[in-house]
């Protein structure tokens, strides 16, 4: 097992959690990104190098997602065959919950081993919140209830580095597309509980809330905008229409079908990156199509008939009424990934994920008893 860690800026308690591992399994490899912390920082990289760590260097910053694929690289050409545990720089990961994901990858050999924290006590607010969110949306994306999908402490099997390098950004967005990358590609997932450490209130993170949270979110964004452009041609057409026929149904049927080809052409690429043949896509699709129609004309014509509202609200209300509904469709049966789940968990042997009980008494026991606490180390941008 190698233990990644990709550092931008660190703090001097990095080489503290590098030396206790170094003192507690002197055999362990332990391979450092530095992603352009810059001349400063350089001490610190060396002092690492210096207890036997393995330091690649980016010149300038890119990011962790770009940090972590350097990685991913380096491990895979010059200790092949060996599994992967990504732990951040900045005093969240004990040295306990490292090597305990690390076993869990030896255990479950084909599955991305997550180090699932339970944000019990004083966690920063804006983590809370962030994580609260993200894990909506990506049960929303995909059906998969996780603990935590913003964990930095991830285990992969050496099978897995490959693949790793193709997923796609650079910053803080790549480890949620890894996931939803994972999840269409039939990978499993596996929880382990992990303590929840922030120190200073986290204060110090490079983590930027508007602007890093738009790439995180930027799968599900996409589907919204597709929504939304697919929406507004469906409007045209049907104020259009009505206004040339006064027909409602006809408008309805013929402004969706419009709608329905910038839709189709949208998710299929940009979305959902589907690569099977268009012909096999399109008819599952056409199916969603005339049942969303079905379902869109009956609440026009309640809203508009029964109800006696405008036109123009009648068509917002019915559209976010079968948004939702839509994405799910979608995602599960008209862009379906080619490969099936087969994993189960301790509740539901149907289910995608694998989760193990969370508490302090629950924990198995670790190889280590020494727990380091750095302070916070900036993360990288």
């Known amino acids: 097992m190698i233990v990644l860690i990709p550092a931008y800026e660190p703090a001097q308690h990095l080489v503290e959690l590098v030396r206790n591992i170094r003192t507690r399994r002197p055999a362990q490899q332990i391979v450092l990104v530095d992603d352009g912390s810059g001349p400063t920082y ?21 990011g962790k997602g770009a940090a972590l694929k350097t990685g991913f690289a380096h491990i895979e050409a010059r200790y092949p065959g060996r599994n992967v545990v990504c732990a951040d720089c900045d005093g969240q990961h004990t040295l306990v919950d490292i090597v305990r994901v690390s076993d869990e990858v030896a255990r479950q050999r084909d599955a991305i081993v997550l180090g699932a924290r339970h944000f019990a006590g004083d966690v920063p607010f804006r983590s809370r919140f962030g994580n609260d969110v993200t894990r909506a949306v990506f049960r929303l994306a995909t059906g998969i209830r996780l603990q935590d999908t913003q964990t930095g402490l991830r285990g992969y099997p050496a099978s897995m580095l490959g693949w790793l390098q193709t997923v796609a950004g650079d910053r803080f967005e790549y480890e949620l597309d890894a996931l939803l990358q994972a999840k269409r590609d039939g990978f499993r997932f596996h929880e382990v509980p992990i303590e929840t450490i ?114 123009l609200p009648a068509k917002v209300i019915t559209e976010a009424v079968l948004f939702v509904a839509s994405y799910q469709v979608q995602r599960r049966l008209v862009f379906r990934a080619g490969r099936s789940l087969t994993v189960a968990t301790a509740e539901d042997p149907a289910t995608d994920i694998t989760v193990e009980p969370a508490g302090p008494a629950e924990v198995a026991p670790a190889p280590f008893d020494t727990v380091v606490r750095g302070v916070s180390e900036p993360s990288r941008p």
């Open 198 to 311: 922030y120190l200073a209130g986290n204060e110090s993170s490079h983590f930027h809330p508007i602007k890093d949270s738009i790439r995180v979110y930027v799968p599900f964004l996409r589907f919204a905008l597709s929504s939304l452009v697919a929406f507004a041609v469906d409007a045209a057409l049907l104020f259009t229409l009505m206004a040339l026929t006064g027909h409602l149904l006809a408008s309805v049927v013929l402004a969706r079908l419009g709608s329905a080809t910038v839709n189709f052409v949208a998710n299929r690429r940009m979305v959902f990156g589907h690569s099977e043949r268009v012909g096999r896509s399109a008819w599952r699709y056409g199916a969603l199509v005339v049942c969303l129609l079905a379902a869109n004309y009956a609440l026009l014509a309640t809203l508009t008939g029964s109800v006696g509202l405008h036109l």
């Open 42 to 62: 350089a001490p610190i990289f060396e002092t690492c190098r210096s207890l036997g760590c393995d330091v690649v260097t980016h010149e300038e910053n890119r």
